[in-house]
Structures are given as structure tokens and as C-alpha cells.
């Protein structure tokens, strides 16, 4: 999984020799190296302010650029161990620091967690995040079954499982700017939150624009929160997600993040329709497929009435599948269904099984629970 920016450096060559005399009323010195400039000017584009500027021919073919801002460094640059340049303006917001860069990461983490509340629990024992710099990044993405598309990918996630104990992997590029690390962070847990939560099933259904765009959408809500307007825009220039960012932005404007997190999980298509947004409300919530009661110790040698709540009643494993007895249903990872509570029934959606607790969701409220076995039951 990736995050991208686009790696564009504009270099233009002005040719009418009208226009360079407008150009050169505007100013007569390079703006990289302050020499005057002659009867041909180039022109290079910021990527920090989106200004155009005007260059010398020796500035125009330096072979050094700014890894942020794409501007040819000549002075007061900061070369990385893995080849990079940064110029001294945006050395300024880099941060430099791998242990200021995992504190920043701790930070998105918890801010991601109390926006979403509501809505979301992202991973966090489970996930191992590290700091590298481009050349171990780049690496990562040479291991088969991983894309590698841009030199400019910043971030990467993977999945692992290894005895039944899910692990998630995050890798932050070094050195990014404070604002675009804490996006890319984002956008990195949004794909943990992904994999714990979205069946197999809808993952073979679900587009790969789209789970970006989703990624994009809960680190563009991350910089709204953070009154960071030219955050928001980066995200929103992004190509990558193949316009998917700006239909996850409407959609979550018109009916709510809500309905986003449950397209996600149980949509029917694999990407949101530009022509009918409101197919964001198509879902399919799946059945548990009926199967025989595994052998599970209870408190009790004869039948019990049933709780007036949920209540994690025993675990087992079929075939190295956990399976969880939740009130008088038994459950897989990814199963829904309706349990009896009392007198009543409630639907629920079996999130994660582990050595002795169950996550769930009540599809009615979108509330998640931790369920845990009692001592007497393990």
C-alpha cells in the first residue's frame, strides 16, 4: 500500500522573446542562485507554494534538487544518507529526527482515535511503526506481491499473520515535511484499520482506488480537524486514488462517515460511482454459514438461561480456525449475525478473535466491544 506525491518538475523554456521581456520586468536575477539572468528564461515550479520562478540556463541543468519543494540547491542544503537534498527553507518544517518522527506518529495515532471514536478503532498493540529513509523504503517494495510505481511512494503497510497473531507493519519515509508526515501516518493506519476489518471477501470486491481514496479521505479529515488548509489541498492534488479522494469527500459530507466505514466493509461495489453517489448506502451484511457446535467448556453442566448482554462464552479452534460462542451463536472473524440477549436478538459483526478476546460490532449503533473470557472458561 502506498502513498504518493506527485513528481512532477516543471521546466520551461521561454522561446518568444515578447514574453521574456515580460518575464524579465517581473525580475531580472535567478531566483535560486541570484545571478542576472540572460535573453532566455526557465521557469521551475515550486512544489511547496505552487509559485512559478524564474532560473538561470547553470540552474535550470543542475542535477541536485530539493527533495521537497523541487528546486535546484546550490547553498545552504542538507544532504541525506540516502542521497536526498533538502534546501535550507524546507529543512526548516522537516522533520529530522527519527525519534521526534515516532513521537509525531504516537500523536496521529491517538488524535485518529478520538476523531473517529464514534466510528473506528484502529489497531495499535498489533502495529509496528518505524521511520526509514528512502532506500529502505524503495527495498520494501521490491518483495513480490507489492507494487512499485513512483520513486516518490511514501509510506508502506503489510499484513502479516504468524501463529494466528496478526501483526501490521508501518513504514514512514524520513525527513518528510511535519504536515505530510502526519497525513501519510494517517493514511498508513487507515490501511491497518482495513485489514482488520474488512472481510477477505470484500477485499476481492473492493477496488484499489477506492481503499486509497478511503486512506486519503481519513488523513484529509485528520488535517480538517487541524485547521491544516494546505494539507487538505496536497491530498485533494493527489491523482493517484484516480478521483476516488473526491467522491470519498462528498460522500462523507452528504451522509457521513458512518456510511463511508460501512461501504467499506460491506459495499457491493468496488469503487463509489461519480454518476449515483448515493450507491455508498448499497450494503450487503453477510450471514454466518451454519456449522456444528464446536465443543467449548461452559460455566454451567446444564442449559442457562440467556444473559441480558454479550457475553464471550468460550473459544475453539476447527481446522485452525478460531471460532468464538458469543450467547448462543458461534462466530468466525468476519461473521455476522444475531445473538440472543434475554428476550430479544441483536445483530452483531464478529471483528477479530484472539487468544481469549473477541472484538465485535452492534450493527445497529456501530458501537464496538472487547469480549473476554471469563478465568473459569478458559
Not at 503489510?158 to 501490521?168: D, G, I, P
Not at 457446535?293 to 478460531?322: C, F, H, M
Request: hydrophobic letters at 40%.
Amino acid at each position: 500500500m502506498q502513498y504518493r506525491r506527485s513528481c512532477l518538475f516543471a521546466l520551461i523554456l521561454v522561446a518568444s522573446f515578447p514574453l521574456a521581456a515580460t518575464l524579465l520586468a517581473d525580475s531580472d536575477h535567478c531566483a535560486i542562485c541570484g545571478a542576472l539572468l540572460g535573453d532566455t528564461i526557465y521557469t521551475v515550479t515550486d512544489k511547496v507554494t505552487h509559485e512559478k520562478l524564474h532560473i538561470c540556463y547553470e540552474c535550470s541543468v543542475w542535477p541536485d534538487d530539493c527533495f521537497i519543494c523541487g528546486l535546484p540547491v546550490r547553498k545552504g542544503f542538507i544532504k541525506l544518507s540516502d542521497g536526498r537534498f533538502i534546501c535550507g527553507r524546507d529543512a526548516k518544517t522537516a522533520v529530522l529526527d527519527d525519534d521526534e518522527a515516532k513521537r509525531i506518529c504516537g500523536e496521529v495515532k491517538d488524535t485518529l482515535d478520538r476523531i473517529f471514536s464514534r466510528f473506528l478503532t484502529f489497531p495499535g498493540t498489533n502495529v509496528d511503526v518505524a521511520i526509514v529513509d528512502r532506500v529502505d523504503l524503495l527495498a520494501l517494495f521490491k518483495i513480490p506481491g507489492n507494487d512499485y510505481e513512483c520513486p516518490n511512494v511514501l509510506g508502506y503497510f503489510e499484513s502479516k499473520t504468524n501463529e494466528s497473531q496478526v501483526q501490521y507493519k508501518i513504514r514512514l519515509m524520513s525527513a518528510l515535511p511535519r504536515v505530510e508526515l502526519r497525513a501519510v501516518c494517517a493514511h498508513e493506519y487507515s490501511h491497518a484499520w482495513v485489514a482488520a476489518n474488512v472481510s477477505p471477501e470484500r477485499k476481492k470486491t473492493l477496488g484499489r482506488s477506492a481503499e486509497e481514496g478511503f486512506c486519503e479521505l481519513v488523513a484529509y479529515l485528520l488535517m480538517d480537524s487541524q485547521h491544516e488548509e494546505e494539507g487538505k489541498k496536497e491530498i485533494t492534488r493527489n491523482n493517484y486514488t484516480r478521483g476516488q479522494i473526491d467522491l470519498f469527500i462528498e460522500a462523507e459530507k452528504r451522509y457521513g462517515f458512518n456510511e463511508i466505514a460501512d461501504w467499506m466493509k460491506y459495499g457491493v461495489d468496488a469503487q463509489l460511482d461519480k454518476n449515483d453517489l448515493n450507491k455508498v448506502r448499497q450494503i450487503e451484511i453477510p450471514r454466518p454459514k451454519p456449522r456444528p457446535l464446536p465443543n467449548v467448556i461452559l460455566n454451567a453442566t446444564t442449559p442457562a438461561p440467556e444473559p441480558d448482554t454479550l457475553v464471550l462464552r468460550g473459544i475453539s479452534w476447527i481446522k485452525n480456525q478460531p471460532l468464538a460462542l458469543i450467547n448462543d451463536q458461534t462466530f468466525a472473524a468476519g461473521e455476522s449475525g444475531k445473538v440472543r440477549i434475554g428476550k430479544t436478538n441483536v445483530f452483531i459483526h464478529c471483528l477479530s478473535i484472539r487468544d481469549n478476546v473477541v472484538r465485535i460490532q452492534i450493527a445497529d449503533s456501530g458501537e464496538e466491544r472487547e469480549l473476554r473470557l471469563k478465568p473459569d472458561n478458559r
